[in-house]
């Protein structure tokens, strides 16, 4: 990006310009080698001076602007057909001048989502290979980076600008979005952008701007804490503390007395202080609630001084208690906490640290090196609290469901990533958007079925496409393999997903679930990621006529005569075997049981064993499930949940 600034009349060649005259014209999303989105009108927005008259020109078409009373002034210019040409944008308001050069017109696609988005290209499978391949000066790359905000912001971070791809922007950028660029670009020929907003471990909410959210209803009361914090961060703290509480209270009454210092623990078991609880036998995979004690001996004199307990990161709440009193709470899983005790919290002799942790997946507990554990005195002194917890299991969290996260914290609160990274994008011209998230939501799919949606809607009115294109990559496998029917909280979300996707014709469902390991939530296959995102982005967005893009899901179960018969959108094929695996069928009670199927072309007979009563169709319902049923364009079937009809 080249900024200047016309000199007044007579003045030195080499005067001096303050920062403030040096503020840019445009918006931070407009710099040196974006692509503009073509054949539509070309949104251009930035600041100036409250009044200014502001020109706008695209390599010699022109248009004017008013900043209003904020400084902010929009400009619309004519839409463009696809070049490869360079062009240059110019914006003049008084004397200042901003140029920005290398502009192609050409698709734009905004990719976001959690980690498996934001999983780079070297790290894909053949990732330093691909990397080495990208160079190409019609294809361009920006990344927002990772901000957090608690009020929308209209600014990118400064390193936050479109690079031509090369080996070193391709390297560190999401390989599913830009293995999905690479396929469009090769079948339409058009310059292509792609846009990297992404943060592993994010959830849903975090991407949803506040008004979306507080339409969507629900959270009127975490946003109203988050307008809190960014007022007055004590107020807002203290205020999801009490949240916590209440939902506690109400998720473990067992569990009232466990913070008194007169409690009795002995029968309690131990744990390392200084490891995620998950290297404990029995809590391989737990997630949820554990409650840990520990005890520190104190003189008179060390008892009264004033104390900071050092607790190190807690993975990934806790609220503790020292001695009975509620000393704090925080979220994040590598946050180290720090609590300035109280006058009075201590005394002399026996005093009881009690934390209730929360794990909301992955590693939990209280972790980190446990000589680092302790109490610091006033008077510069450490006293240690030992190598050991004791600990007692309270709650699982597929029994409470989540708890009320700190509305404030990057990638688990509410709306802050929206603010910090897709706020200042808007309202970019965009082509359509491509999404994969929804690991960190698998807890709560009923939810989703609510937020999913409701995202959708919010980008699209952000970014004013109301036909937009949305893409959207179904939960690859993860987890435990199994050999019966149960509950799997991962096919929950991806049935959300297939339905989400099923109720709305521009949107679309890349499959992963045939990608993905028990072992590994990051699957490294990135390439048919994109190549099934591209698929659909032909589709959806360029109308390529005779592609089926995504493999066979659902369109009834019905019974016909002793069987029942699922009928799919599209023939399917079974792969290594005559019969596919994975059809369940489910009585009003909710048990569930495999049985025998068929295929005939886009029909899937099963039998039904004599006596049961089946209310509904499962397929692939699992972590992990095992798939050999795919369409004949080699795409995996949906995994899917159906009533009879």
Known sequence: ???????????????????????????SVFTDHAVLQRDRPIQVWGMAAPGAAVSVDLSGQAVAATADAGGRWTAQLPARPATGQPLTLTVKAGEATQTVSDLLMGDVWLCSGQSNMEYPLRRALNGEVEAAAAVDPHVRLLQTGRTSLP????????????????????????AACFFMGRDIRKSTGAPIGLIDATWGGSIIQDWISGQGLKALGGYDEGLSVLADYAKDPAKGM????AMLDRWAAKTEPHAAGWAKPDFDDRAWATMPAEQFWETNPG????????????????????ATQGATLILGPVDDMDTTFVNGRQVGSQEGWDFKRAYALPAGTLKAGRNVIAVRA?????????????????????????????????????????????PPHAPWLGASGLSTLHNGMIAPLAPYGVKGFAWYQGESNVTEAKEYARLMPALI????????????????????????????????????????????VAADPATG???????GSPYDIHPADKLQVGLRLGGLARKLAHGETGLNASGPAPLSAARDGADIVVTLDQPAVVYGSGRPAGFELCDGAES??????????????????????????????????????????????TPFEIPLS
């Open 1 to 27: 990006m080249r900024l200047t600034r016309h000199l007044l009349a007579g003045a030195a060649a080499l005067a001096v310009v303050s920062p403030a005259a040096a503020a840019p014209l445009l918006a």
């Open 592 to 637: 569930c049981r495999f049985v025998d199927a068929a295929v005939e072309g886009d029909k899937v007979r099963l039998t039904v064993p004599a006596g049961y009563a089946a209310v509904k169709v499962r397929f692939a319902w699992a972590d992990s499930p095992v798939l050999n049923l795919y369409g004949v364009n080699r795409l995996p079937a």
């Open 457 to 500: 809607a919010d980008w699209r009115k952000a970014f004013a496409a109301p036909d937009a294109p949305f893409l959207m990559v179904q939960l690859a496998a993860f987890g435990p393999q199994t050999d019966k029917p149960g509950v799997s909280r991962w096919a929950e979300l991806r049935d959300v997903q297939r339905r989400t």
């Open 283 to 302: 809590l391989e995979t737990f997630d949820g609630t554990i409650w840990l004690r520990a005890e520190i001996t104190l003189t008179k004199a060390q």
């Open 238 to 241: 203290a205020r999801w503390g």
């Open 358 to 402: 929360i794990d909301t997946g992955g590693g939990g507990g209280a972790w980190g090196p446990a000589k680092d554990k302790g109490l610091k005195l006033a008077d510069g002194s450490f006293v240690p609290m030992g190598g050991a917890w004791r600990y007692k299991v309270s709650t699982k969290l597929s029994d409470t469901g989540l």
């Open 151 to 174: 009020n929308p912001s209209d600014t990118l971070p400064a390193q936050a600008v479109w690079k031509t791809s090369s080996y070193d922007s391709a390297n560190n950028f999401s």
């Open 509 to 515: 469902l890349a499959s992963a679930v045939d990608l």
